[in-house]
């Protein structure tokens, strides 16, 4: 990519990144409302307490100073560049003051001691960033299992970012989905897949087509079709006495018959099997 391209590619993560953690804060009404001060915030050395300009010394403004609440302050910046470990600073404005933020990104597999993976970092007062960690390592918990299928992997307690494991269904059960899963960088595990039963032929007496061939249900092994293969069956026009296909699908287990279709008696198929609704005249040729 051309350095310009990747520039802006970065300035469109940026201002995505911005629009999701400041949506958070924006729930939070914290552009509106000051927090009631705390006295010993975690990480925030607060500022004299004040409720207008006037009970501000000097050049201090009487401003809103997160967890201290609104407190004198003196506008002036904080420390740049700030390394932080497992995580990527970027300051969201130019400046650096009292007030501005930077936004913190963990790199993939880690995450803040809170869960998120972004936040942002607010310059206090005390000219200390307001978040100067991102920590810690994200771990997936162990896969899940599934109905009639297995994992293919050796059981532990917690797995990496990254790690893939594999999944098996029962002989004769079909995987529907990905036959892996990856641990994502939030600890969660991709979509697991599904294993979807075989289904029994609801019929005994007419051919159906399957397959592209058209067959008794004797011919087709155990009478059973694999998840999602189609089986059409025929249907009797009484009035003309021809017959029309209708297709179903077997869908893990359940292969429905259709409304229109009628199964041949014993008699009609032992004594009459030319006249069996599969063996009739097709109604498109009539
Ligand atoms: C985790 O990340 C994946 C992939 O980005 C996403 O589809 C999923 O919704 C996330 N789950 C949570 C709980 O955030």
Known sequence: MPLGAQKNMDIIVLAIAILQVSS????????????????NPVGQTC?????????????????CDGDCGMSCILIRSCPWPVAIENAETRLVTESKNFGDEM????????????G???????????RKWSVTAACEETFCPPPPEIKDGYLVAVKKQEY????????LCQKTFYLDGSNSVTCQTNGTWSQTPLCRARCKIPAQRSRVLYNGKKLWITEIPEALVTHFEEVTFFCRNK????SYPAPSRCFDGV??????????????YNFFPKNVVSEITSCQES
């Open 239 to 242: 009035n003309q006495q021809c």
């Open 116 to 126: 998120q993976e972004m936040t942002l970092s607010r310059c206090q007062g005390d």
């Open 160 to 167: 990496e970012v990254s790690e893939v494991i594999y999944y």
């Open 24 to 39: 958070v804060f924006s729930e939070q009404d914290v552009w509106n409302t000051c927090p009631t001060r705390n006295e």
């Open 47 to 63: 500022q004299k307490a004040c409720t207008h300009h006037g009970e501000c010394a000097g050049k201090r403004q009487c401003l």
């Open 255 to 268: 292969l429905p018959v259709p409304e229109c279709y009628e199964e041949p008696t014993w008699i009609q």
């Open 103 to 114: 936004l913190v990104m963990c790199q993939p597999g880690f995450k803040m001691a809170a």
